[in-house]
């Protein structure tokens, strides 16, 4: 059984990696990608935040801007 990927899915996008890296250099810092997703998960909305979605069609999603940078 091998492991099979998204094609719409790239591995380690780089704004996630870079927001992860700003996040890690201060002890204090909220982790914003799991804030974000928790958000929208609360809004009843999918928790896609700099997921990596390379084809996302959320066209009126009010982080969509902050995600695809």
């Not at 927001?19 to 810092?29: G, S, T, V």
């Not at 069609?57 to 009010?62: A, G, M």
Request: aromatic share 4%; with cysteine; glycine share 4%.
């Amino acid at each position: 059984m091998g492991h099979r990927t998204d094609p719409h899915r790239i591995e380690q996008p780089a704004r996630q990696r870079d927001l992860r890296r700003q996040m890690a250099e201060r002890e204090d810092a909220v982790d914003m990608i799991r804030l974000i997703r928790s958000i929208q998960k609360g809004q009843n909305q999918t928790d896609c935040f700099c997921s990596g979605i390379a084809d996302c069609n959320k066209l009126h999603c009010p982080w969509r801007k902050y995600c695809l940078d």
